[in-house]
């Protein structure tokens, strides 16, 4: 079975390993803090992951915002929560944000079919 | 027939509708000021859809710069114009500007060549 | 009594007047806008608050961190939450965020004096 | 007579040729660069300006959006022209664009404030 | 022979030339400008291109990140050297440059397969 | 003796300490890494500086400017040197950095009186 989500993860681990293999103690120590601050704190992980979501759409980064609405899927967040953080997302920083929303909503779907497929 | 400018609105068009249907009022009003803010006021249609596609440019979104960029089309405005538009964005914003307008350019010719199709 | 916190705010809302007796529908569209997406949802205000935060913090704007941190500091969320909402947008945007998170942090402190000073 | 617009001005020319004492001739083509793009061509200086302004906005420079309030206030456009650019500035780029309005508006009002003095 | 560097080459010098075609004397000046910065002078090229390269990952634009890594390479800048360049720029820029990183490397990859191709 | 760059210093690890103190191992980690990311590697650390200095430039952060000026001047970089590298970020970024070049001169005339002071 190959789909959008599982394509992105594929891509994404194997260039990851690259990266590490090639980069210094910096780069593991960026990967590293990047997992430590998403972990349980004072916050639970599925507000931290919607705080993740919504940075990685006020900068527009698309690949960024895939794999915090993979993580939120994971968390059992639902479309609902998810469309709400998406849209102070887009109050905040304007209408430049409606292209990575239409992107957005397409891989939150490829994650809902990805998971019927799997049922 | 089929091009990338009429690719692009039909993509646009099916995905906001998913997205109205699922979001709040509040991505409805999102999308609502979007629309009232380029209509005809003291500026003229003409001269807003420059300073869109000016937003657009130096904040770098090719969905973005693509929408205004044909709106601008639709309201006659020549290539020397939008040049010298697309030219402020790139004194403004420099050269990281620069793959943006390659890709302006692309989408500008598309819709020349739509438009000589229809006639 | 005077202090940072109420100087903000006294010039914050007559600026905002200002704005709105000039600016058009569309002004007064965009502000409120910006006050329906913060209210309660599925997701709640406070977490919404968060959102606010970290979307101002990574796009570096200290006005639009120093009004959600009032606005969380009301919602009495405590120091340690506030302050893990900001480590996430530290890692997502980096250290170019570090000088905003001294602002911040001397803003919480003059929210906190003035709530002792009201006592 | 002293006020905030005729002090920026004092300031920024000061501080130009400093810099284009000490820099290279990039500099100096940097700085005529910027000079050449807003002087008329086939979009008035008005027009360039507006754009130059939203440019600013949306990139949110205190002083590149004064610097360009400046001349579209010599190029006698009005307050409600400007508001409207403004406006849209504002619905692409979301309500982190909303300090700097404020901002602009009281700019604005030094320059017709400095205008008056000088009748 | 084709690959992703050769092609990115032959689209941008393309598209390039389309663009001057139709610019004004301000788009060639800032096509000019973006050369000269970038030759000898105090600093040599080699530092110049690693400056370029952070400020074009920090800035979050592909091409522009692909078009300073074939300079670097040229350069004959080492696989570390630009690692640790990148480095810096993941840790001013945070988390969100990790995807770009990721394009950054499978580029250089190609860029050392052209090389042995020419061998 | 009272002046901007010790005023600036004294301010930053005062705020960097409270920061600390409430802060989770989350934020201790990013300032630690940005401490790592500028020691010598197979880069020097006077490159390293300037690779900073051209990243706070083109994302416009003053203070972050005004850190990577210190250390440049620390590594008995020239004036001439730290002004190449400026160019280049303006080259990159364009005229929206102007205001900050302006902002980073005088902090570097800061730096060298506070220099002659200390002779």
Redesign the interface.
């Known amino acids: 079975m190959s789909d959008i989500a599982t394509n992105f993860n594929d891509?994404?681990s194997r260039?990851?390993d690259?990266?590490l293999d090639?980069?210094?103690?910096?780069?593991k120590?960026?990967?590293?803090?990047?997992k430590?601050?998403?972990q349980k704190?004072?916050?639970d992980v599925a507000?931290?992951e919607?705080?993740?979501l919504?940075?990685?759409t006020?900068?527009?980064?698309?690949?960024?915002i895939n794999y915090h609405l993979e993580k939120c899927f994971q968390e059992k967040l639902?479309?609902?929560?998810v469309?709400?953080?998406l849209?102070?997302?887009?109050?905040?920083?304007?209408?430049?944000?409606?292209?990575h929303?239409?992107r957005a909503?397409?891989f939150w779907e490829a994650l809902e079919n990805q998971n019927k497929t799997k049922l």
Do not use: H, W
Request: with cysteine; net charge positive.
């Open positions: 891509y994404r260039m990851n690259k990266l090639e980069g210094s103690v910096t780069l120590r960026i990967f590293n803090l990047d430590l601050a998403y704190g004072i916050l507000t931290k919607l705080l993740g919504v940075a990685s006020v900068l527009r980064c698309d690949d960024c639902s479309k609902k929560q469309m709400e953080a849209e102070i997302a887009t109050v905040v920083e304007g209408s430049i944000v409606i292209p929303l239409r909503y397409k």
